[in-house]
């Protein structure tokens, strides 16, 4: 069968070829692309505002349907284009000058049976009350030092300069990270009072060693912000005669004993008023669980990342008021 040459659509006639993309007509001279250009400049502004609404106010894809006239692919489309066009630019940092502590948390996620872990970090200024986000690190494995160590090594230099403490929730190997590092070490005294109460209930009086139990979170307390040498005394005394007691029990007494062999990494916040640290990890764990909420339809680890990156970006910071809460 003999090979049928196109013909122009206006007048049926044969065409003339100008370029890969523009064609003639060469009875009308009429001119046409066969692939057509987007109009105009390209798009530069992020529409931070349906991001902000998905993110930050927790909205549904069904919800935004009531404030544009799109589909629900087309409003994925867009804000999917819109975390990409945001995680995509150069993210400055905006901090004060000034010392940092660096606040971190692992965050647990699991796809396919296997486990990830994001690494958040924020820095807290030690003149102020805000702690700015860094951007996450999402790395497949359990949490440990080694992939602790290339978390930290992302984080852009002129901050890392800066940094003179890390608060933990006290993982394995974060003392010899802050070591390496040459930073301060303190660790979350929440953590610590919370495996002490553990398994306490409601009922206290129907529990085994109620009363130990409560003697010994009186001590703890007691050593975790008190700067009496004379109080200190008494409450390590009382803690060593408690851990002794036969009704003592053992997952007790085995926190209470790395607590009295790493008792000065509890007390940094007291030694270093000036750098007014933190004695909790709340203000990163508070986010982590926000995290949660903004990644809840994601399905795979990319998707993970961007998302939680886009999140930390628009919300910047997060309050957290360092020592004034202490502990009484």
């Not at 590092?181 to 009086?205: E, I, S, T």
């Amino acid at each position: 069968m003999a090979t049928q040459h196109a013909k122009s659509p206006c007048c049926r006639g044969s065409i003339n070829h100008f370029g890969k993309r523009r064609r003639q007509c060469r009875i009308c001279k009429h001119t046409w692309r066969i692939r057509q250009k987007h109009r105009g400049r390209k798009r530069k502004r992020i529409a931070t505002a349906l991001l902000d609404r998905i993110l930050l106010e927790k909205h549904t894809i069904a919800q935004e349907r009531r404030n544009v006239r799109l589909s629900r692919s087309g409003i994925a489309a867009r804000y999917l284009k819109a975390m990409r066009s945001l995680v995509g630019r150069r993210h400055p940092l905006h901090l004060p000058s000034s010392s940092y502590a660096l606040l971190g948390d692992g965050l647990y996620f699991k796809f396919k049976r296997r486990e990830w872990v994001m690494y958040l970090m924020a820095v807290k200024s030690a003149r102020g009350k805000k702690a700015y986000f860094l951007d996450p690190v999402l790395l497949e494995g359990r949490e440990r030092y080694e992939r602790w160590v290339q978390a930290i090594a992302l984080i852009p230099l002129a901050v890392k300069k800066r940094i003179r403490a890390f608060v933990s929730d006290g993982f394995r190997g974060s003392q010899l990270l802050s070591e390496q590092n040459r930073w301060l070490h303190q660790r979350c005294h929440f953590h610590l009072l919370a495996n002490l109460v553990r398994g306490k209930g409601k009922r206290r009086y129907r529990i085994r060693s109620s009363r130990l139990r409560d003697t010994l979170l009186e001590t703890t307390r007691i050593i975790l912000s008190s700067q009496s040498p004379y109080l200190l005394a008494q409450a390590r005394k009382t803690t060593r005669r408690l851990l002794h007691h036969s009704t003592c029990p053992p997952y007790i007494r085995k926190q209470a004993l790395e607590f009295l062999e790493r008792e000065q990494d509890f007390q940094t916040y007291l030694r270093y008023t000036k750098l007014h640290l933190p004695t909790t990890t709340s203000a990163i764990e508070s986010t982590g669980r926000m995290i949660r909420r903004a990644t809840r339809t994601a399905r795979t680890p990319q998707s993970l990342l961007l998302r939680a990156t886009a999140f930390l970006r628009l919300k910047k910071f997060v309050i957290c008021n360092g020592n004034i809460n202490r502990i009484k």
